[in-house]
């Protein structure tokens, strides 16, 4: 049967439901008074001492959620808390002689915890006595020797028994067995213990009976009330009427539990009248607890109580025992020893983590509550008295009641700075020594995505030669983020930069997880010579974070470009280019210029000139920086009038790269001296069918008149001037400016400055009609001839005017293809179309 006692602030103290949630955000704690339970000894196990969630106040449904739990260093194994239906059960056999021993009332106490919020309520159970211990004696057989002179009236102070019990179910009486010379009677000592005594009814006689042997019954006052036995043993002697006398009646003294073993602790002194051996007195305890018995001994001779094992406060503080002294005649006598025990500060305090949050965020606001914990000392008064303290000054101890400590922030907590704090908790005592115990709480911080991805570099600058092999890796970028687990984990991604009306993506991509940037395609330096583009990476937090970089990409020039020759052109059918030069030309005078571009730069995009094939001897050379060819000498009537001159230009990268052009000069005085040179072309000059032969001679012809006329023209107009030379005027310089259309596309090449060219041909040579320059409507006439050649300017412009009419007279329509504009003479245009 159980008994739940709770006081009316009790029933106001409940704690209300719908508080759990405040654990997430902060530890809370309430405190209520003391609960009361009265329950009796050797209950049966599993038991119902009472329901522990109604008698708190607590919803029976939030215990398993709120982990209800006792907590105690004893009760723990004895109740238990059910978290179904909140009862409090009893757990384990429960005796009180076992826990309490004499001491009385005997409470056990414990604290039942509960979480979410965390509540702390005092429970105390009270044990009651029941009669489950018979009375026993110490000694089964007392024996007593009683001289046969005793008189009458005599009393016999026999052993008492003891009994566990408290109480009512403590000795009551005693009973002797029915005999003719001995009746019970019982004494009271100062501390109230009955003493049975046996008294002598009737005279002894010796010589008729000189032993007895008597039954002593000590009954309880249980119901039904338990008895206990001894057989006490009288022999009869002769007179020895003295009894032994204690100097006092009752021993009380004070031990400090930490004396050494063997150590005496009291020197007990009787004394007899009687003399020899009636007066030798033998000490022994009469009535002593088994475990007070392994502790201490008595020498028989001497009286003195020594200490057999250490002595420990904190498992029992006093120990009650009587010690007999009997003479050698038989008589004896008690006393009762009462020896206490002083607490020595033996015990070092105890540490228990009672509740701990773990991991902390990072964000946690100063005050937050992480642990708590509970320090015990199972030593009393100031031994007892602890003080707490931790190390780490990023929290801090608060006291709460009783001996409940809480552990809390002291300012905010940085993760990146330190991930795991090593609380190290110190609990001294205030004995003499103090002892102290040192526990260590490992406390985890948990990640807070409150760090930007962070760049290696704060650009990038990245060299890719041109002509890369696609899908290969150039570069690696990375960033790295002091966050944690997947606040850290990062992807890279690019813009989608539009390049040149193409997206970024066709050229350039990124490994998310691995910032390794791609080439999708060969880079052409000549087509782009940089990417300029923002790189991101971008954390897995929540929100997340990003960081942008600037990544340029400069494309390096390769010599994979050959130089592309501009003037003098290549013919479609692969036929040889004529130039015509005086035959009166002095050494130095400029014949042609080659003309080149490289599409590459720098070094790649130098070019150089140089003649591989010429005559024997050499009539002409070439400037390898300009490409100029100038006649090293003069001319006389026997030289050959063609003169094949191949001209190399190479660029200057490794390796370098070249091309070749084949001029055929033709050194004549008269345009009728070339014809015969043209008839006698090889084969391999004219892939064009008799058909085309005879074309070419027909206009041979045509342009001759057309020439005749200009020259009569000319002299018709201009009489006052002195004729000159043929051709002398009109080969003086055949070098121009690049025209603006040009330049721009050829801005990135070799070309070093303008030059421009005007070209007509047939778009299909293989068709009878002829197709000459057609003038251009929206050029003067100044430019058409070199700025430089001042001498003949005027000459010129009047021939150059005379021919455009001519021409438009002639009404020839020249669907010409604009490829080329040279201010060459025209003279020399005529010859490429009559080649043609």
């Known amino acids: 049967m159980a008994c739940a006692v709770a006081t009316q602030q009790d029933r106001h103290n409940k704690v209300p439901d719908g508080l759990g949630a405040c654990w997430a955000q902060r530890l809370c704690y309430s405190f209520s008074s003391d609960l009361h339970y009265s329950i009796f000894e050797e209950i049966r196990k599993g038991s119902i001492i009472g329901n522990l969630a109604n008698d708190l106040g607590l919803n029976i449904k939030d215990l398993s959620s709120r982990k209800c739990h006792i907590v105690s260093h004893v009760a723990e194994k004895y109740f238990t808390v059910s978290l179904e239906n909140g009862n409090l059960y009893v757990r384990d056999r429960i005796d009180r002689e076992t826990l309490c021993g004499v001491v ?8 039942a915890l509960v979480e979410n919020p965390l509540n702390v309520f005092h429970v105390k159970i009270e ?46 009486n005693y009973k002797l067995s029915v005999n003719q010379h001995f009746t019970l009677g019982e004494k009271t000592n100062a501390e109230g213990v009955i003493f049975p005594e046996m008294v002598l009814e009737k005279s002894l006689d010796r010589e008729t009976q000189n032993f007895y042997e ?38 009380k003294i004070s031990v400090i539990e930490n004396v050494p073993v063997n150590t005496s602790v009291l020197q007990l002194l009787a004394n007899d009248k009687d003399e020899g051996s009636n007066s030798q007195i033998t000490y022994s305890f009469s009535n002593i607890q088994e475990d007070a018995l392994k502790l201490f001994s008595i020498n028989a001779n001497t009286g003195e109580i020594k200490t057999n094992k250490n002595l420990d406060y904190e498992l029992a503080n006093i120990y009650e025992m009587f010690v007999q002294a009997q003479d050698g005649g038989g008589l004896a006598t008690h006393t009762n020893v009462i020896i206490s025990l002083i607490d020595a500060n033996d015990n070092a305090p105890e540490i228990t983590i009672n509740s701990i949050t773990s991991p902390v965020s990072e964000d946690a606001l100063p005050g937050t509550v992480v642990a708590l914990i509970n320090v015990h000392d199972k030593d ?21 009641t009783g001996s409940y400590y809480k552990i809390l922030t002291t300012k905010p907590i940085d993760r990146e700075k330190k991930p795991q704090h090593n609380i190290t908790v110190i609990a001294t005592d205030k004995g003499s020594p103090p002892l102290s115990t040192t526990k260590a709480i490992t406390l985890d911080i948990s990640d807070v995505n409150d760090n930007p991805p962070i760049f290696e570099k704060p ?18 970028i990375h960033a790295s983020d002091l966050d944690f687990e997947d606040n850290s984990k990062l992807t890279y991604s690019i813009f989608n930069t539009i390049m040149e009306d193409s997206p970024l993506s066709l050229y350039i991509s990124i490994n998310p997880v691995t910032g390794v940037l791609y080439a999708q395609q060969a880079f052409d330096y000549e087509h782009q010579k940089e990417f300029n583009f923002w790189a991101m990476a971008r954390d897995n937090g929540s929100p997340s974070l990003n960081s942008n ?30 130039e015509m030069v005086s035959l009166a030309s002095e050494p130095g005078y400029i014949v042609t210029k080659v003309v080149a571009v490289d599409a590459d730069s720098g070094h790649n995009a130098w070019l150089s000139y140089h003649l591989i094939q010429t005559s024997e001897p050499s009539y002409f050379n070439i400037g390898q920086a300009t490409g100029e060819i100038r006649t090293l000498h003069g001319f006389q009537e026997k030289d050959a009038l063609r003169q094949k001159v191949v001209v190399m230009v190479k660029d200057n990268g490794n390796p370098s790269l070249s091309t070749t052009v084949t001029l055929n000069i033709i050194v004549a005085e008269s345009f009728q001296q070339i014809l015969p040179e043209l008839d006698s072309q090889p084969k391999d000059f004219n892939s064009q069918s008799n058909l085309q032969f005879y074309l070419v ?4 012809l045509i342009s001759f008149l057309f020439m005749f006329t200009v020259i009569f023209a ?43 060219y005007d070209v007509c041909v047939a778009l299909d040579s293989n068709k009878s009609d002829f197709s000459f320059l057609k003038p251009n409507q929206n050029a003067t006439i100044p430019n058409l001839i070199d700025s430089e050649n001042t001498g003949t300017e005027n000459e010129d412009t009047q021939e150059t005017e005379t021919t455009t009419n001519i021409v438009e007279s002639m009404n020839f329509s020249c669907p010409a293809v604009p490829l080329l504009r040279l201010k060459a003479p025209l003279f020399t245009k005529k010859v490429n179309k009559l080649k043609k």
Do not use: W
Request: net charge negative.
């Open 380 to 400: 009393s008064g100031e031994n007892g008295e602890v003080i707490c303290q931790i190390t780490d000054t990023t929290f801090k101890l608060s006291s709460s």
């Open 214 to 251: 008597l039954i002593l019954i000590a009954s309880d006052g249980g119901k039904p009330p338990k008895t206990g036995t001894a057989l006490v043993k009288i022999s009869i002697l002769d007179v020895n009427d003295n009894f032994p006398v204690f100097s006092q009646d009752v021993y």
């Open 714 to 756: 000319v002299i018709s107009k201009y009489r006052k001037l002195q004729p000159s030379p043929a051709f002398n005027a009109l080969n003086t310089n055949i070098y121009s400016q690049v025209d603006p259309r040009v330049l721009s596309r050829y801005s990135n090449g070799s070309l070093p400055m303008p030059f421009s």
């Open 127 to 172: 044990i009651q006595d029941i009669n489950d211990n018979a009375p026993k004696f110490f000694h089964e057989i007392i024996k007593l020797e009683i001289l046969e002179s005793t008189l009458p009236g005599a009393r016999f102070l026999l052993q008492n028994a003891g009994d566990l019990d408290l109480g009512m179910n403590s000795i009551k």
């Open 549 to 578: 970089v600037t990544v340029k990409i400069c494309v390096i020039d390769l010599n994979d470009n050959t130089p592309n020759i501009l003037y003098p052109s290549q013919e479609i059918d692969g036929s040889t280019l004529f």
């Open 697 to 700: 001679i027909a206009l041979a």
């Open 104 to 111: 009385d009332p005997c409470f056990l106490a414990f604290d």
């Open 459 to 476: 650009s990038y600058l990245i060299y890719v030669s041109e002509n890369n092999s696609p899908g290969t890796s150039i570069y690696s």
